[in-house]
């Protein structure tokens, strides 16, 4: 399975931007969907998680600002982020995993995505 992101780029703080990913196939490992990010320095965080069914999981520190978005079904997903801060900044990495706790935690990703940059300016 791979996974398409787009999306990111460069935005004053306050501002949004909307990446989105979309699985190469309809598979069952791909019935989770969401984002990780990566700040330089740091390790690899959770970001968002949605499954099919429109359920969904936030890190505290987006929860509020960021909005994870999938039609039913469909294999299509969204990150629709808001008032981004600088500390928002990263690489923004797509994940899919068989369910939605799986995609929320690094070791359970099934697939990928290349990556993606953000970056929020003061």
């Known amino acids: 399975v791979q996974l398409i992101e787009s999306g990111g780029g460069t935005v004053q703080t306050g501002g949004s931007l909307r990446l989105s990913c979309e699985a190469s196939?309809?598979?069952?490992?791909?019935?989770?969907m969401g984002w990780f990010r990566h700040i330089p320095g740091k390790q690899r965080e959770f970001v968002a998680a949605i499954n099919r069914m429109g359920a969904t999981k936030y890190a505290d520190s987006v929860k509020d600002r960021f909005t994870a978005s999938r039609e039913r079904g469909k294999y299509i997903a969204s990150l629709q982020m808001n008032n981004l801060k600088p500390e928002d900044t990263a690489v923004y990495y797509c994940a899919a995993g068989g369910t939605l706790d799986s995609v929320a935690q690094e070791w359970a990703v099934g697939y990928w995505g290349q990556g993606t940059q953000v970056t929020v300016s003061s």
């Open positions: 196939e309809r598979t069952s490992s791909a019935y989770g």
